[in-house]
């Protein structure tokens, strides 16, 4: 996902619009293009911080330890998760390094926040486990070519985030366990008229949101794998 917080690659998938992305041109292009494809609010797009709602064949290096960069340890919290909830999301968009929105995802988002030692500042640790598919005459993720539309696959991965700002006294989303299923609804032009932050559902509005780390890998079969994360962007699912 490039990164619309892959509409919280995201959203947040972060309000942003690519998890689940959320979230290219000229000097922004190439600060963006090594950004997640989702957000989380719509489509998978991260930035540095933000209050709003708003990745050619496999090879050793494409891979993504983002196993250890979602564990709890990755986050210096303190007790219990405040906030330890799942949410399905359906029809969210993708982009990719040439700036266009290039698949479908359905995911499971898992969320989970941790208060710090700091004052009024949380850890969150958000996993992303699901599938995309691929729309015809697209550029693909990693600009190599064009889709033919037969490109599908899982996504794994997800994106550590530090909130600074207080939690609401009645948040509107469980804080833990299933918050149901959230169809984004999003075109092919990032229009997701269902698109929901699921940071304000448990903060008041003036946190703000700073990505630490994120990641997705798309697997689309045999040695036809994009990671788009943090560290940089490798392979394609062509």
Do not use: H
């Not at 940071?199 to 788009?228: C, D, E, L």
């Amino acid at each position: 996902m490039k990164k619309n917080i892959k509409s919280e690659k995201k959203s947040s998938d972060f309000t942003k619009a690519g998890i689940i992305g959320v979230i290219s041109i000229a000097a922004v292009f190439f600060l963006l293009s090594s950004m997640p494809a989702f957000s989380d609010s719509s489509n998978i797009v991260p930035v540095a911080s933000s209050n709003q709602n708003a990745l050619p064949p496999e090879v050793p290096a494409l891979r993504l330890d983002f196993g250890k960069q979602l564990a709890a340890s990755s986050c210096d919290g303190v007790g219990s998760p405040v906030v330890n909830a799942s949410q399905k999301i359906k029809n969210t968009v993708d982009s990719g390094e040439a700036g266009n929105y290039w698949a479908f995802d359905d995911f499971t988002r898992t969320i989970q926040v941790w208060k710090t030692n700091v004052p009024d500042e949380y850890c969150a640790s958000v996993k992303y486990t699901g599938s995309f598919r691929g729309v015809a005459g697209q550029v693909s993720p990693g600009a190599s070519g064009v889709l033919t539309g037969s490109e599908a696959g899982p996504i794994q991965g997800g994106y550590n985030a530090t909130i600074k700002g207080t939690l609401l006294t009645a948040p509107l989303w469980n804080t833990n366990g299933g918050v149901g299923t959230t169809d984004y609804g999003c075109d092919i032009n990032a229009n997701c008229p269902g698109a929901i932050n699921w940071v304000t559902q448990y903060f008041n509005s003036n946190y703000t949101f700073t990505y630490n780390w994120w990641g997705w890998i798309y697997r689309a079969g045999g040695k036809k794998t994009w990671v788009n994360a943090s560290e940089g962007n490798s392979g394609d699912v062509l």
